[in-house]
């Protein structure tokens, strides 16, 4: 029975055997995000674990935009560190620290894409690159932590991605997709703003 299970991950970690999809609980409808103003942006939230499974807890970090008619002429962005349900930080910039943070946004210029379909379409063609050469192209496996939800939704584009680990898949394929390159480009942003160890991937 051990065999058998060994057997089954390395198989579905090749590729051979393709995981069920699944639909993570929807997070923006939890109380806790009545307390946050304006819209978001971008989140980063874990929906699962290797140990203790699926959470119906909300754990994650949220950029949001308040660009209401209060602050209409000059947006501002709030981060908010969730835990357990309960906002546990907020880190808010001033309107100039916004706009600067805004327009740098606007200027890496991400656009929607499916991400596991980059990833698969990059490994295709890596792959092959790699046979050329005589040699071999093997992406990140993953094999424990973390499963999380990433949303962006900004400047007309709109992406959502979950994924285990999906740091360790963004950091490695950006060297190989100018797609997943912005969306790390983005990543590093939110992490100068509040800290990629804070974010947890």
Not at 53 to 71: N, Q, W
């Amino acid at each position: 029975m051990k065999f058998l299970s060994m057997l089954l991950a390395a198989l579905i970690l090749s590729g051979c055997v393709s995981t069920p999809s699944r639909t993570p609980p929807p997070a923006f409808g939890a109380p806790v995000f009545s307390q946050m103003s304006g819209q978001p942006i971008f989140s980063i939230r874990m929906t699962q674990d290797a140990f203790d499974g699926p959470t119906d807890k909300v754990f994650g970090h949220f950029l949001y935009i308040d660009d209401s008619e209060h602050h209409a002429v000059h947006p501002t962005v709030t981060f908010y560190e969730v835990r357990n349900g309960k906002i546990t930080d907020v880190v808010g910039g001033g309107s100039g620290e916004s706009e600067q943070f805004l327009n740098r946004l606007r200027s890496i210029g991400l656009e929607s894409f499916d991400f596991n379909a980059e990833i698969d379409e990059t490994n295709i063609r890596e792959s092959k690159k790699a046979a050329m050469d005589g040699t071999r192209f093997i992406g990140p496996l993953v094999m424990d932590g973390a499963e999380h939800e990433i949303t962006y939704s900004f400047d007309g584009a709109s992406l959502s991605i979950l994924a285990w680990n999906p740091g360790y898949s963004i950091d490695f394929y950006a060297k190989y997709s100018p797609k997943i390159a912005k969306l790390k480009a983005v990543l590093d942003l939110v992490s100068e703003f509040y800290g990629r160890g804070r974010i947890g991937i």
